[in-house]
């Protein structure tokens, strides 16, 4: 199933950016366009209204950046692009993914993410699913004003990614422990899980 969904989701993904990102060109365009008539004789736009016109090229700007974001999170694009991402790349990226998750629930998110550190692991997609899965665990399992602690270390020839959070014993409704478990076991990645801990051991690159 986690095959199938990994298999899947860079095919929709890719789909959505480019049906996404017409419009949004097509915005920045024509706000261009309306900027060019909104000039007085002297070529210049009245400053509220500049102000406005500003604003909405912030927007559109914000929104492309989030949707190119999205898709390079789900491997969009080519492959060996995508397996240079390090570890440490890959867990940051997946925090910014979780952001709204985060904000949603009235979290905070603190994370000690050591630069440059890789795994060895040949599956890109499995890379993502483990860290993405191991911080949307923590995030499920809080109460709305907890804290989620996430730090990644290099020791040794290991790479240790330990997410912590101040839920109970209880398990959230998703299969995310079962399938970082499953996951773990078949591309030789050491996952324990404990309460409010998770620890994921790579062997480091």
């Known amino acids: 199933m986690i095959a199938a969904s990994q298999a899947v989701a860079p095919v929709l993904v890719e789909g959505l950016l480019h049906d996404a990102r017409n419009p949004l060109n097509a915005l920045a365009i024509n706000l261009e366009v309306l900027n060019e008539k909104l000039k007085d004789e002297q ?11 500003r604003a909405m090229r912030e927007q559109v700007f914000k929104a492309d950046l989030i949707l190119r974001t999205y898709a390079e999170f789900l491997a969009v694009g080519s492959p060996a692009m995508q397996s240079e991402l390090t570890l440490s790349e890959v867990l940051e990226r997946a925090l910014e993914m979780l952001v709204f998750e985060a904000r949603r629930r009235g979290m905070k998110v603190k994370a000690d993410v050591e630069k440059g550190v890789a795994a060895r692991l040949d599956d890109p997609g499995a890379l993502r699913f483990l860290a993405y899965h191991a911080v949307l665990r923590a995030l499920a399992r ?17 790479a240790l990614l330990r997410v912590q959070d101040d839920g109970g014993d209880d398990e959230p409704a998703l299969p995310s422990r079962e399938a970082m478990e499953a996951l773990g076991r078949a591309r030789s990645v050491e996952v324990s899980v404990h309460g409010g801990r998770c620890e994921l051991v790579f062997k480091a690159g």
């Open 43 to 53: 070529g210049a736009v009245d400053p509220a209204l500049e102000k406005n016109l």
């Open 142 to 158: 809080s109460e709305k004003g907890g804290e989620v602690q996430v730090s990644l270390r290099r020791a040794g020839d290991q």
